[in-house]
């Protein structure tokens, strides 16, 4: 390690104790990478410290002194992200909250008050053990608050009140300079200047750290079931979604799956995916205050998709039942990740889904490749899985990815609808945002982090 990291150590130590600060390469592994696939998952550095604070009070110290002797600072959550957003690729200090995993919950306004460090799983606790419920979820429960935040994280469930944005009421976060501030509160209307918070939400670790968040619950909603409703092919099911949003009804989540896919995940879980028939399937959550008021969603639903040729729907009652086809559904990535080599997430308005559906696939026919393609339908965002061929990386992957992006944008979308731009999409960030965008993306950043500590190299590149 070169004299400066080893000098912050002792100063690290005084802040947080000894025991909270890792030194040693082979105790800090599982903080060197995140969920990217291994393909392009970018290293870590060599020089590093592991650091864990356990309150505001002692992240601020951190970052003081990490400011004023330039040393990169890589706050990391859950460590699930998939596009190595969190990975430490310079010398420096990762920074883990997980010491900061209290949640409270706040009855009276509906909201919970955790620390940055508590996981989603923590939180769908809090509020179950609270008779009130967190919708969202994305994916992987060990997500960490700081992290959905930085992410803006989004998935499953997000179709009738919204992705991670639409939750947070308010932040704790502390400059990268020290200073600890708070934004928004236990309210639901704040119009004072400029939206700070709603700025730090998605900045992905690179303007600040987030200490604890204030987020909006829901009452249970007392009934739930989740549909299957399977389609001889992909432009019915993907046609239906639509028509159902128009009809008044507002699931809580519908994605679009595979039937090869599915069976892929549930093996992987030594389970078995329940509905056999249809290569496409819709799988619909719905919830409401009575079994009535779920039934009647659950018709008008079947009326729509009755057009469009389904084949036999399977409604899954029980909250076991729920949770298994939920299980299933988020592992699909787990199961495909060792032969993958990327994980794309373009998002177009709902109604071009099936349009990018096709280019995908016109795209995996001239390059001869299989490219899974499944996702948040009713949010318009899909997972393209860009696959190993014979256990390599294709020579071509770069052409692939970049015939994605320029359809998904020539369809009016994004290149990344939830897993954000992190290390590995800094190039197509700079080829398919206007520059102007990118400087003003900048300044923010220099404002915030005048010495460009905070997770350096990420969203934009380094220097
Ligand atoms: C199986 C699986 C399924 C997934 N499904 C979805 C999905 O459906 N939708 C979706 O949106 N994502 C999904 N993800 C991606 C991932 O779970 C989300 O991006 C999640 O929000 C990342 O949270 P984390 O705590 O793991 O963050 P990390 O991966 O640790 O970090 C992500 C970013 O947040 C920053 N960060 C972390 N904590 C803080 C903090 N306290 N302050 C400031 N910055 C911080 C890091 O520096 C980094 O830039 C999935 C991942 C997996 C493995």
Redesign the pocket.
């Known amino acids: 390690m070169t004299r400066r990291i080893e000098d912050i150590t002792g100063k690290l130590e005084d802040i947080v104790g000894q025991e909270w600060v890792v030194t040693k390469r082979e105790y800090m592994e599982s903080y060197l990478r995140?969920?990217t696939p291994d393909a392009l998952r970018p290293s870590a550095a060599e020089d590093l410290i592991l650091v864990k604070p356990s309150s505001t009070k002692e992240v601020s110290q951190i970052l003081k002194v990490a400011n004023k002797m330039h040393v990169p600072v890589?706050?990391?959550?859950?460590?699930?992200?998939?596009v190595g957003?969190?990975v430490p690729t310079e010398r420096g200090i990762i920074?883990s909250?997980e010491r900061m995993n209290k949640i409270e919950v706040d009855k009276e306004n509906l909201m919970a008050i955790a620390e940055?460090?508590a996981?989603l799983g923590d939180l769908i606790k809090a509020a179950d053990d609270a008779d009130l419920f967190f919708p969202l979820?994305?994916?992987?429960e060990?997500?960490?608050?700081?992290?959905?935040?930085?992410?803006?994280?989004?998935?499953?469930r997000a179709v009738k009140y919204g992705?991670?944005r639409s939750y947070v009421k308010g932040v704790e976060?502390v400059l990268p300079t020290g200073e600890i501030l708070n934004f928004g509160g236990l309210l639901i209307k704040n119009n004072t200047g400029y939206d700070l918070m709603h700025l730090i939400i998605g900045?992905?670790?690179?303007l600040?750290?987030?200490?604890k968040a204030i987020i909006k619950l829901y009452p249970k909603s007392g009934y739930s079931v989740t549909l299957v409703l399977p389609f001889n092919n992909r432009a019915n099911a993907i046609g239906t979604v639509p028509k159902i949003l128009q009809s008044g009804v507002i699931p809580l989540a519908i994605e679009y799956v595979g039937i090869r896919e599915l069976n892929t995940a549930a093996e992987h879980l030594s389970e078995e995916w329940p509905v056999q028939t249809g290569n496409a399937q819709l799988i619909i959550i719905l919830s409401g205050s009575s079994e009535d008021e779920v039934y009647s969603a659950c018709e008008k639903i079947s009326e729509i998709a009755e057009k469009n040729n389904p084949y036999e729907a399977m409604i899954a009652e029980t909250r076991e039942e729920q949770e298994r086809i939920l299980r299933i559904r988020?592992?699909i990535?787990?199961a495909l990740k060792s032969s993958m080599v990327d994980i794309l997430?373009v998002t177009v308005p709902m109604s071009k889904l099936s349009d990018l559906m096709n280019s995908i696939d016109e795209i995996a026919k001239k390059y001869g490749v299989y490219m899974p393609v499944y996702g948040?339908a009713g949010d318009g965002n899909l997972h393209i899985h860009v696959m190993r061929e014979d256990g390599e990386v294709p020579k071509y992957v770069k052409e692939i990815k970049d015939e994605i992006y320029s359809a998904g944008i020539r369809l009016g979308g994004v290149i990344t609808g939830?897993?954000?731009i992190?290390k590995l999409r800094i190039e197509e960030f700079k080829k398919f945002l206007p520059e102007k965008e990118i400087s003003l993306m900048r300044e923010i950043k220099r404002i915030f982090d005048p010495n460009g500590i905070l997770?350096p190299g990420?969203v934009f590149p380094s220097g």
């Not at 890589?74 to 998939?82: A, D, I, M, N, S």
């Not at 060990?142 to 499953?156: E, W």
């Not at 900045?203 to 690179?206: A, H, I, L, R, V």
């Open positions: 995140d969920e890589f706050p990391v959550g859950g460590r699930t992200g998939l957003g969190c920074l909250l940055a460090g996981t979820h994305p994916g992987d060990g997500a960490q608050i700081g992290g959905l935040i930085s992410t803006n994280a989004g998935g499953v992705v991670m976060v900045s992905e670790g690179t600040c750290v987030i200490t988020s592992n990535y787990t997430d948040h939830e897993h954000g992190g997770n990420k």
